[in-house]
Structures are given as structure tokens and as C-alpha cells.
């Protein structure tokens, strides 16, 4: 395993971390997601990422009671604030009242006394973006987390609470949490460029999109994957799409490695990325999915890859 800085911190995470959104303490059965978990950390992945409302808390609480097993400075742990955790008017958001609270409960579900990142799940139009960073850099003063993320994110909100971060010297955005693979490539744009310039690294969801990128949707929708669940997912793999994904395997194999790496180290060639987040729902997919830590692909083959993209 390959680690790398994340943005302009010290911190070091590894190129492939393990998240548990639609897994852990959902769909998954819970001895598959702890063996998923276990594999992971024996590997080399040291990032494992979550939220609170994942399956409203019990993936918190999966993932926090399988890394017990491990010193915890050995791991770096992130959870997320903002979505819907139950009917009353301040039980989402990014309030202050919102964050603290449920940054307490979030440390009660997994079982430590403090989280190394918590991002912000997306922004909040209704709270004024110098209480929501007031709010995280008290917890960061507080030791309770160790740095501030967001996730989904526009470079014109995060340029906002960088100047208010500046303003009043507050704890700065470290690290935004966005969608991104090869079918999905809005941060190339703006969000990138930013991270650079202003040492935000990313942390990238979906970099398989949904699994669509495995070739395990080129003949058919397997009844136990996560698309046969999931209207929204099956809507979003087309025909075209898959004669991509065909394309693309065989690039993979001129390289004897699968699809799958082949995503994984496309999205791994920009260094601002820190990690590729996934998800497994079996050990099996972890073992497959750190071997593309460490891949570099060369010129030709990135430009093999953009011909069939565009």
C-alpha cells in the first residue's frame, strides 16, 4: 500500500480507503462487513470513512466496534455531519447546536474519543458558513477532531469559508469529499485546481461508480449487487456506458491488471486525490481493490483511456 499526504497536512492516508455508505449496517451482512474491515486494515489501508447517517448510525457503530481491535493511532477515522438524524427542526444541518451534538453522538457510536476528520456531508444554505466553522474549529481546539472536511462542495463555497477561515483565524478545510470517476469528472474543472492551490486534498467517492466500472455489469445486473437494490444506480448504468467499460477492460488486460485497478490508479494519476474511497461488501473486493495502490499509468495508455471517454 501506497500512502499519501492529504492536501497540505502532515497526515498521511492510504491511496485506497474504506467507506461504509449503502454496507456496513445495511444491506451487508455484519460478519462479511467486519471480515471487510479486518482485511482492509490488514492490507495496508490506514482511512476508513463513515457518517452518521449511514443506516442512521449503526455504520458508525459496525465500524467503530471492528477497529477496536486496533490501536487507534494506527488509523485514521472520518465521519460526517449535516444529514437528517430525526424529526425536529435543528436535527439537521450544519448548525452549532447540529454539529456538536451530533459529533458527540458520533464518537459514542464508534467508541472513541476522537475523530481525525469531519466533514461537513454537504453545504448548509441556512447557517452562515462562519457559526459552522466556528462550531468545527472549537472541536478541534477541544481535541475531539483533528482536522475540518467538506463533502460536495462548490470551489465557490469552499473560496467563502477559506476567507472566513482567514477572517478569524479559524481551523482551515483541509481535505472535500466529492463524486468522482470516469464518467463522473466535474472537479477537473474548478475543484482540483483549488485543492492545489490552496492545499485541500481529495478524498473521492464512487471512483468505481457504484461498481460499474468492475465490468460486473457488461452482461447483466447480478441480484445481489448493490443496482439490483437501488432503482437510482440501475437507471444510471446505460448501454453506452458498458461498450465504454468494454473498451476499457481491454486496455486493462494489454496491461494484465482488471478494470476495476485500471479506474482506480486512472483517478490515482492526479496527485492532488489523496485517496479513492470504496466500498466492499466482501473481503474478496478489498484484496482486489488495493492493487491498484501503486499503479502508474503511462501516457499512452492515459490517452487510450480519454479516446474511449470522449
Request: aromatic share 8%; proline share 3%; charged share 25%.
Amino acid at each position: 500500500m501506497k500512502y499519501r499526504r492529504l492536501g497540505g497536512t502532515g497526515l498521511k492516508v492510504s491511496e485506497i480507503s474504506l467507506g461504509s455508505w449503502l454496507t456496513y449496517g445495511g444491506y451487508v451482512e455484519r460478519d462479511n462487513a467486519v471480515k471487510a474491515i479486518a482485511t482492509a486494515y490488514d492490507l495496508g489501508v490506514n482511512f476508513f470513512d463513515t457518517a452518521n447517517v449511514y443506516e442512521k448510525g449503526a455504520a458508525e457503530k459496525v465500524l467503530g466496534e471492528t477497529l477496536r481491535n486496533y490501536p487507534r493511532e494506527s488509523y485514521v477515522l472520518a465521519t460526517k455531519v449535516f444529514g437528517e438524524m430525526g424529526t425536529g427542526p435543528n436535527d439537521r444541518g450544519l448548525s452549532r447546536k447540529h454539529i456538536t451534538e451530533q459529533c458527540h453522538a458520533s464518537l459514542q457510536r464508534l467508541g472513541v474519543e476522537y475523530v481525525d476528520i469531519m466533514y461537513c456531508h454537504r453545504f448548509d444554505t441556512e447557517t452562515p458558513i462562519e457559526e459552522t466553522l466556528r462550531a468545527l474549529d472549537d472541536l478541534v481546539r477541544q481535541g475531539k477532531v483533528y482536522y475540518v472536511g467538506v463533502s460536495e462542495w462548490t470551489a465557490a463555497q469552499m473560496t467563502d469559508a477559506l476567507a472566513v477561515a482567514d477572517r478569524y483565524l479559524l481551523d482551515h478545510i483541509v481535505v472535500n469529499q466529492p463524486i468522482y470517476n470516469m464518467f463522473e469528472r466535474y472537479i477537473e474543472k474548478e475543484i482540483i485546481p483549488l485543492g492545489v492551490r490552496r492545499g485541500i486534498g481529495q478524498v473521492v467517492f464512487s471512483p468505481l461508480a457504484q461498481g460499474l466500472l468492475t465490468g460486473k455489469y457488461n452482461a447483466d445486473i447480478p441480484e445481489d449487487s448493490r443496482a439490483a437494490k437501488l432503482d437510482r444506480l440501475k437507471k444510471a448504468i446505460t448501454e453506452e456506458k458498458i461498450e465504454k467499460v468494454r473498451q476499457l477492460s481491454g486496455v486493462a488486460a494489454e496491461l494484465n491488471i482488471s478494470v476495476g485497478n485500471l479506474a482506480l490508479a486512472w483517478i490515482l494519476r492526479q496527485p492532488n486525490v489523496a485517496s479513492a474511497l470504496v466500498g466492499a461488501s466482501r473481503p474478496q473486493q478489498v484484496e482486489e481493490n488495493v492493487k491498484a495502490s501503486g499503479i502508474e499509468l503511462s501516457e499512452d495508455i492515459l490517452k487510450k483511456i480519454e479516446e474511449i471517454l470522449n
